[in-house]
T-cell receptor
Framework: DAGVIQSPRHEVTEMGQEVTLRCKPI?????LFWYRQTMMRGLELLIY????????DSGMPEDRFSAKMPNASFSTLKIQPSEPRDSAVYFC?????????????FGSGTQLSVL | AQSVAQPEDQVNVAEGNPLTVKCTYS??????LFWYVQYPNRGLQFLLK??????LVKGSYGFEAEFNKSQTSFHLKKPSALVSDSALYFC?????????????FGKGTTLSVSS
């Protein structure tokens, strides 16, 4: 299995532009998470989906952020318009929703720089 | 609300010495506890977990962690550190009674092992 695949690996954009981050979870995993990592705040949960349904988006910073999961093999995180304070590493992770198997698998992340 | 505290931003040890990375948690019910490791420019990788049973949990690369309910702690340990253990370590928790919910991560502790 190729693992969780995120694209792009790096994104540099200017303030005000729209940014779309993409994630392909591991096949068979039915739970998907978006996290953001910064030096100041560590690893923050933004939103997660179970069976393609958003369960908790309370971590999404503001209305500029939106996430979708149109099917079991694809998710997007969109920022519109982007701001310099959005600069961070964004991670996608997936797992099987199972009471005993709690192992999360992370992608390699997208390094976002908003100038 | 669930939370995780990693009181040390950085831990420095000499190769061959024992290491401890501290973690305390807060959940309303009983916890599931985890340690993940992050190497530079990579996503997080699972190290070990405590679900139930023995308080001492053994994981990958010779790491272990001890669950202490009275102190609400789950410190990561290794008897003899290696230079290759240098990385960023995250503790995570979720309430055992909230199946399918997301893990909440601490801010991370940078472990630096010198030769």
């Amino acid at each position: 299995d190729a693992g969780v695949i995120q694209s792009p690996r790096h994104e540099v954009t200017e303030m005000g532009q729209e940014v779309t981050l993409r994630c392909k979870p591991i096949s068979g995993h039915n739970s998907l998470f978006w996290y953001r990592q910064t030096m100041m705040r560590g690893l923050e949960l933004l939103i997660y989906f179970n069976n393609n349904v958003p369960i908790d988006d309370s971590g999404m910073p503001e209305d500029r952020f939106s996430a979708k999961m149109p099917n079991a093999s694809f998710s997007t995180l969109k920022i519109q318009p982007s701001e310099p304070r959005d600069s961070a590493v964004y991670f996608c992770a997936s797992r099987v929703v199972d009471a005993t198997n709690e192992k999360l698998f992370f992608g390699s992340g997208t390094q976002l720089s908003v100038l | 609300a669930q939370s995780v505290a990693q009181p040390e931003d950085q831990v420095n040890v000499a190769e061959g010495n024992p290491l401890t990375v501290k973690c305390t948690y807060s959940v309303s019910g009983n916890p599931y506890l985890f340690w993940y490791v992050q190497y530079p420019n990579r996503g997080l990788q699972f190290l070990l977990k405590y679900i139930t049973g023995d308080n001492l949990v053994k994981g990958s690369y010779g790491f272990e962690a001890e669950f202490n309910k009275s102190q609400t702690s789950f410190h990561l340990k290794k008897p003899s550190a290696l230079v290759s253990d240098s990385a960023l370590y995250f503790c995570a928790v979720r309430d055992r009674n909230q199946a399918g919910t997301a893990l909440i991560f601490g801010k991370g502790t940078t472990l630096s092992v010198s030769s």
